[in-house]
């Protein structure tokens, strides 16, 4: 099974993908997280995308759609996936298409997590994520248990360049004006089931899933 998780910067798609992944077996994929692995790695991709990543711009196409379909032609999602972050605009959708076509594979769903903006700006700012293992805190919501320290691997919590306030606005505004189109692309294919982001986490994945069961 081939999903991608929509949704504006904050609405929850990798907390999400995390949990179902435990549940679904399903490879968890993230344009976010590849991109700032490759930063932290100082690859040629990395240079690349960085800046592009520390503002809060969209990566150009030529550089994020190859580095996806790489990542989906690992043997891991041979029986599919859950991609988070990609597509971010009609044309990363159409590359997608186009490479499970050419595989033979479609994609089965893609599920809208949506949340109001005011909501994501708050969530946003309040943001610490570990550079270590990846776990994610929010300070009001999701304190970890020490403030500033990873609960799952004592690691010291950062908060993400793209995070800060001026980041948060462009990635916003970038992401809203292609997320209609996007919704638009997938609707009129009949694979689009939105799951509201607010609310509990576990209320969350229970919408989420229920988008997932419905193309089973
Ligand atoms: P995220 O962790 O999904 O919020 O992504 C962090 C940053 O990585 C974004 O603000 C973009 O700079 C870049 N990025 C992630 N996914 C994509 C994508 N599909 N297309 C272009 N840029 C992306």
């Known amino acids: ?99 499970l076509a050419a595989q033979g594979k479609r994609l089965d769903r893609a599920i809208y997590i949506s949340v109001d903006t005011d909501e994501l700006v708050r969530r946003l700012s309040g943001r610490w994520s570990c550079p270590n293992c990846g776990a994610v805190y929010n300070e009001i919501s999701l304190p970890p248990k020490i403030p500033g320290v990873c609960d799952n691997c004592g690691s010291r919590l950062e908060q993400r360049k793209d995070d800060r306030p001026e980041a948060v606005r462009t990635r916003l505004e970038v992401n809203l004006k292609n997320l209609e189109p996007l919704l638009g692309y997938y609707r009129a294919q009949g694979k689009l089931c939105e799951a509201s982001g607010e609310g509990l986490v576990e209320e969350v994945t229970r919408a989420v899933r229920a988008c997932l069961e419905r193309e089973r």
């Open 1 to 99: 099974m081939y999903v991608v998780l929509l949704g504006l910067p904050g609405a929850g798609k990798g907390t999400q993908a995390a949990i179902l992944k435990d549940e679904t077996g399903l490879p968890h994929v993230t344009t976010g997280e590849l991109f700032r692995e490759n930063i932290r790695q100082s690859t040629d991709l990395g240079k690349k995308a960085q800046p592009f990543v520390e503002s809060g711009r969209l990566v150009p196409d030529e550089i994020t759609i190859g580095m996806l379909l790489d990542g989906i032609s690992q043997p891991d999602c041979a029986g599919g996936c859950m991609l988070d972050g990609f597509p971010r605009n009609v044309e990363q959708a159409r590359a997608l298409d186009e490479a």
